[in-house]
């Protein structure tokens, strides 16, 4: 089964890490143990302060077959992915069919998921010389992340300038004759966050917990864990 399903608890949300390990027999007896990287599974924990009862009867019909890899679904995290840490790693590259001065460029890098893309990270700023190309590097795409965009201007308020799906890859600024500089008109970056993420999860075997906290209402708790 494959069901979109965006659950939004009126209490608490938790999202977790649990790191797969592989075990490594040796002639003298031990064991080594070690983090299968990069990809862990995720649990996300969802709670209810106070479940009014056609909620809580609605998720027990929808979760009594969600247990276990023949039970996944498609699931919503509350959070969406968070910006950049930093914006990457700028550089220079020298400028082959035009002059462009020196200038000081401003710059920001931000995420896309299927759904959406992330504020911005914090802006950085470089001081070029002539005839140099700015270039920037983003940073090692997190998970969820299908791409980023690179924002750039000669001020704070930059603009759109290349959008990338190769985690790695290092932008160019464009070498065009008869500029002041190889920057492009472009929209800004966004002002809300909307890089959410769609995961495929299933429901932890008896992790499906309520309890009646009033006559119309209850607390509801259940953990789903990421199928990868």
Not at 86 to 107: E, I, L, M, W
Request: aromatic letters at 12%; a negative charge.
């Amino acid at each position: 089964m494959s069901e979109l399903f965006n659950l939004v608890p009126e209490f608490e949300y938790i999202e977790q890490d649990n790191y797969k390990t592989y075990r490594t027999e040796f002639r003298a007896g031990t064991v080594q143990t070690r983090a299968a990287w990069p990809k862990p599974k995720r649990t996300f924990t969802l709670r209810w302060d106070a479940a009014l009862t056609n909620e809580k009867e609605y998720a027990i019909g929808f979760f009594r077959d969600q247990v276990g890899s023949a039970g996944a679904f498609e699931y919503t995290p509350q959070d969406p992915l968070p910006p950049p840490v930093r914006p990457g790693d700028p550089g220079t590259q020298a400028q082959t069919v035009a002059s462009y001065g020196s200038r000081v460029y401003f710059y920001q890098t931000t995420w896309h998921t299927a759904i959406g893309e992330t504020t911005p990270s914090a802006t950085n700023s470089i001081a070029l010389n002539a005839d140099t190309l700015f270039t920037l590097k983003p940073i090692k795409f997190p998970r969820g992340a299908i791409k980023c965009g690179i924002y750039v201007d000669t001020d704070e308020i930059t603009q759109l300038q290349f959008e990338s799906a190769v985690d790695g890859s290092t932008w160019v600024e464009p070498d065009i004759s008869g500029f002041g500089s190889g920057l492009l008109l472009g929209d800004g970056p966004p002002t809300i966050n909307t890089a959410t993420e769609t995961v495929l999860v299933h429901l932890l075997e008896d992790s499906f917990e309520w309890a009646k906290v009033s006559p119309v209402s209850y607390r509801m708790v259940m953990t789903f864990e990421e199928i990868i």
